[in-house]
């Protein structure tokens, strides 16, 4: 068997993150404790601290490990549809039972902590330089102006699904998605989302 | 000089209420707390506690405050220019070193608890309908579609500037400001924009 420097803390640093994961989804940003994640992973309270630091440090390194995660990205050949199925996939990962308190938790900790708004800044900066690549091959085909701002279209398309979840509190359906989705497209289309 | 029942009341109801707003503005909803609100309003605690209950009800109560404000709805005679009044101001709102706490603050606190979270719904369905009046002139005025969802083009237009604020935690400029105006007038002139 091989024995890898590093392995025993990689596997360490592993299990405290599925288990920050885990409390998030269970008890929510508010409920989760260095504590309980030193428990649920096996790995001792005193290491976690050292580590980690605090609820805050636990957050942002488990936001590394979802920013890691590949998000597939569409590619029907139409900006729309592409666009359709980003949001349908937000929209839907907020409704699964186990992904959408995580997602949820991680949003409600960025609200009231400096460190974890930083590290949920950097994820989603991620996310849409990811997706804007739906909106470069649009460039590409002729659908947009060149000077299209694709993470400002992603922005678009998806904000009405968080501003009715984490602002005003309102239902969100697929047809909200679609319809956001649509209303980015047309945007785009009509060239009044360029780069500033 | 007249005596008018409920008078005291009234003022009491006031003093808290806004109390409840000042204390908000300076230390934010997790700063908030009945003793403060109390201390600040000359209101006697229990006082407090009777009526109002918890951090909670204080909140639901200031924020029905914050819904009779008037809210002065743009009319320029064009759909996109009227849309950017609105989302400048609300663009401007959060920057104002006064308003924008307390705003930030409902949000917080809404995210958070849900009985702030169903004040909250309540404030945003009363503005987004107060909003939607720019929309139906431009119907009356044959800019859009007869069956253009008024209170969905007003969301499109304002969540870019949530989104940003409260979930990716960027910078908001007038500039983006504009853009989300822009984006929401082409998605409803394209008529895609209508009422499910």
Redesign the interface.
Known sequence: MERRPGGRSARVRDAVRQATLAELGEHGY?GLTVESVAIRSGVHKTTVYRRWGSVEGLIADALELAREEPWPMPDTGSLQDDLRGIVRLVQSGFADPVAGPISTAF??A???SGDA??S??DF??AR?EQAAVVVRRAVERGELPPDTDGA?VI??A???I???L?????PVTE?DAE??A??????A??G??RV?
């Open positions: 508010s949003v409600a960025a609200v009231l708004a930083r949920l800044h989603f900066t849409h400002e922005r678009m998806v904000a009405p968080y501003y009715r984490f602002v005003t509190h309102e047809r319809r956001a649509d209303a980015a497209a047309a945007a289309r009509a009044v989302i500033v």
